[in-house]
């Protein structure tokens, strides 16, 4: 059965910082992993889905990478801003969409 | 081009009454899943249609049922309502080509059911 692990589960940081959100899965046969924001009391933002045939994908401030054979993808965001503060959920595809709890990020101004 | 729509967005029901969520995909996705979040348990699947054909179902009682229409939209029904389905539920659409869920989901802003 797949699982999805998300640590930290919070996490605040001074404005500026560099700072990686990590994931785990148990399960490495998936068709994509993808990472998405959530503001409180909204849906999902897509930020980067990255196939699994791929190791990492790019979107200006973010680059999320991905290791199949070790269960794991790193989410990396450059010179954070306040604007940046949600919380953080990536979610892997293997037949079903499997979600982690997320990281709740606070980004101090 | 229009987002992913779902009404109503927020609504109150009783034990023992029933609701249907409905989830109208961006124009030209053929995938339209469906999630529930609550702060427990986080965001769990529910199940996902794609040409009126239900590919994938999560582990929800069969009170959890769900259709597409030929146009993509999808309705979700939950009959006899417990307390604890008080939750966020959220669909999301795929540009979905090859036949699995391999492509980018595209969240609505989900429907809060509150269960009294």
């Known amino acids: 059965k797949q699982e999805v692990t998300q640590i930290p589960a919070a996490l605040s940081v001074p404005e500026g910082e560099n700072l990686v959100l990590n994931c785990s899965f148990t399960?490495?046969?998936?068709?994509?992993l993808q990472w998405f924001r959530q503001d409180p009391g909204k849906g999902l933002t897509s930020l980067l889905l990255?196939?699994?045939?791929?190791r990492e994908q790019t979107s200006g401030r973010l680059n999320a990478s991905l290791d199949k054979s070790s269960g794991r993808s790193t989410l990396y965001i450059a010179a954070s801003q306040p604007g940046d503060s949600a919380t953080y959920l990536c979610?892997?595809?293997?037949?079903?969409?499997?979600f982690g709890k997320g990281t709740r990020l606070h980004i101090l101004p | 081009k229009a987002g992913v729509t779902q009404t109503p967005r927020y609504l109150i029901k009783t034990r023992g009454q029933q609701v249907t969520l409905s989830c109208s995909p961006i124009?030209?996705?053929?995938?339209v899943s469906w999630y529930q979040q609550t702060p427990g348990q986080g965001l769990q699947f529910l199940f996902e249609?794609?040409?009126?054909?239900?590919?994938n179902k999560g582990n929800f009682p069969g009170r959890f049922s769900g259709r597409q229409f030929s146009n993509s939209r999808s309705e979700m029904n939950v009959s006899t309502l417990e307390l604890g389905d008080s939750a966020l539920y959220l669909c999301?659409?795929?540009?979905?080509?090859?036949?699995?869920?391999?492509?980018?989901?595209?969240f609505g802003e989900g429907s809060r059911l509150t269960v009294l």
């Open positions: 399960d490495s046969a998936i068709y994509n």
């Open positions: 249609y794609f040409s009126e054909t239900q590919r």
């Open positions: 990255i196939q699994s045939s791929q």
């Open positions: 124009s030209g996705h053929r995938s």
């Open positions: 999301a659409s795929s540009l979905d080509t090859s036949g699995v869920i391999s492509g980018e989901l595209f």
């Open positions: 979610a892997v595809d293997d037949d079903k969409i499997i």
